[in-house]
C-alpha cells in the first residue's frame, strides 16, 4: 500500500514497497500542474490505478537504473515519458526508454515534473549510468546509496571506483542542502543501530552511512563487505563479463 511519507506546499510524495526483493517505489506529484512522476515502477498498473484514483496524470518515469527489479513496470508505461541514462546500455540495457539523460560521471541537469525541478545526477557505480535526483526536499538514491551503506559494485557493469567517486560527489552537494531533506533508497536495509526505516534525513545519512564515513581512508573502504558478495548474482556477472570479454 502506498503511503504519503511527505506532502509539501508544491508536491506529495507517496512510497510503495513492491516486488519481490521489496523494492522502494517513489511517487512525485506536483499539486499545481496534477503531473506524477513514478521512479523505478514494479508494477506500472499499481501506480496507474494510484493516480488515475486521485485524478493525477502519471506523465513521467525515472529509472535511477535498469536492472530488472528497478525497470520491470515500464513495460506498461511505454506510451509515457521513458527516461534512463544512455550508459545503461554499457551493461546491455536495451529495454522500451524513448528519453535519455547523457550527461556525464558527478555532474547534474534539471529534470521537471510540472513546476517542480530536480537535479538528476549520474552516479555510475553500482551501475554505469546510475542517476540520483536531489530537489523539493527529497534525495532519490536508488541502488548507489542506501540509508547505512551503499550499493553493491561487483554486478555486470558495476565499478567500485566510480562508486567512490560518485558517493564523494554526493557528499558535497548533499552538505549543501537542509539537514532534514529527506532520503529515499531503493531498498529497505536494517541499520546498524537496528531500525529499519524506509527513510532518513540528509543530516542522519551524512552522519552514520558506513560507506561515506569510509571514502577518506583506502584501508577502511577497501575492507566494506557490502561493496561485493559470494552469491548467484555475482557468479552470473561473472559468466556475463567473461562473454563480451571473448566477443
Not at 174 to 181: E, F, H
Request: with cysteine; proline share 3%.
Amino acid at each position: 500500500m502506498a503511503e504519503c511519507i511527505l506532502e509539501t506546499e508544491k508536491m506529495v510524495v507517496l512510497q510503495a514497497q513492491l516486488g519481490d526483493w521489496d523494492n522502494l517505489n517513489h511517487l512525485l506529484v506536483c499539486k499545481e500542474s496534477k503531473k506524477a512522476v513514478i521512479v523505478d515502477p514494479f508494477f506500472s498498473e499499481y501506480w496507474l490505478d494510484v493516480c488515475s484514483s486521485n485524478g493525477w496524470e502519471l506523465e513521467q518515469v525515472w529509472l535511477t537504473h535498469s536492472h530488472w527489479d528497478h525497470s520491470k513496470g515500464i513495460d506498461g508505461l511505454k506510451d509515457r515519458q521513458v527516461w534512463v541514462h544512455r550508459d545503461e546500455s554499457l551493461r546491455g540495457w536495451n529495454g522500451p526508454s524513448n528519453r535519455e539523460w547523457v550527461n556525464s560521471a558527478n555532474t547534474s541537469v534539471i529534470q521537471k515534473i510540472g513546476s517542480l525541478e530536480f537535479e538528476a545526477h549520474c552516479t555510475p557505480g553500482h551501475t554505469p549510468g546510475h542517476m540520483t535526483f536531489i530537489g523539493e526536499g527529497v534525495v532519490i538514491s536508488g541502488d548507489c546509496m542506501f540509508l547505512g551503506r551503499c550499493g553493491r559494485t561487483d554486478l555486470f557493469g558495476g565499478d567500485v571506483m566510480s562508486q567512490r567517486h560518485s558517493l564523494k560527489h554526493l557528499r558535497t552537494r548533499l552538505s549543501l542542502v537542509p539537514g532534514n531533506w529527506i532520503v529515499l533508497p531503493g531498498h529497505q536495509y536494517e541499520l546498524s543501530d537496528g531500525t529499519n526505516p524506509t527513510f532518513i534525513t540528509v543530516e542522519s545519512l551524512l552522519s552514520d552511512n558506513e560507506a561515506l564515513k569510509a571514502l577518506d581512508d583506502d584501508e577502511t573502504w577497501n575492507s566494506l563487505e557490502f561493496l561485493s558478495f559470494d552469491d548467484s548474482l555475482a557468479e552470473k556477472a561473472r559468466r556475463e563479463k567473461a562473454r563480451v570479454d571473448v566477443e
